[in-house]
């Protein structure tokens, strides 16, 4: 018995330790380079000087809803230094692909398939996950969860 707390305490605290830390509203925001649909490598450090919302997602969450929500409001910004940046997080090519597809989605989309840049890169457990990073390429707004949409857009138009 004491065996089995000993084995569970040790990967309990390995755990810890292999969890990312989590952005802080205040911190520079990293680079991510990740696959897009294409196949193409995609990095969000050539996005500098414009405001940029990262959306990690899969469309089995309310993710789905609210992406499709969105789409007139983000296509009403493309008029502004604005970049919204969609994340899958797992899912793989074809099911991010087909859910663009099927709703006619005119949103920039990464692949995430290993979790590297989500769950490890960005410590994210929670989907939806929001980062809304300033012009200076720094972090002002982390929303975690759905979201009301006219509270994501009223951010969004805050750091536009």
């Not at 380079?33 to 405001?51: C, H, I, N, V």
């Not at 309310?62 to 409001?73: K, N, S, V």
């Not at 982390?142 to 009301?148: A, C, E, F, S, W």
């Amino acid at each position: 018995m004491k065996r089995i707390f000993a084995i569970i305490a040790m990967l309990l605290l390995f755990s810890v330790h292999a969890e990312a830390k989590s952005l802080r509203i205040g911190e520079p925001v990293p680079a991510v380079r990740l696959a897009d649909l294409a196949g193409k490598q995609f990095d969000t450090g050539q996005l500098k000087g414009k405001t940029v919302v990262l959306y990690f997602w899969t469309d089995a969450c309310g993710c789905a809803e609210q992406l499709i929500a969105l789409r007139t409001f983000i296509a009403g910004l493309k008029d502004n230094p604005f970049a919204f940046v969609t994340i899958n997080e797992g899912q793989g090519k074809t099911v991010a692909e087909r859910f663009i597809r099927n709703n006619k989605l005119p949103y920039q989309v990464l692949l995430d398939n290993d979790l590297a840049i989500g769950k490890k890169g960005f410590g994210i457990k929670v989907l939806p996950t929001i980062f809304i990073i300033g012009r200076d390429g720094i972090l002002k707004e982390k929303l975690i969860g759905v979201v009301d949409n006219k509270r994501l857009e009223t951010f969004i138009r805050r750091y536009l």
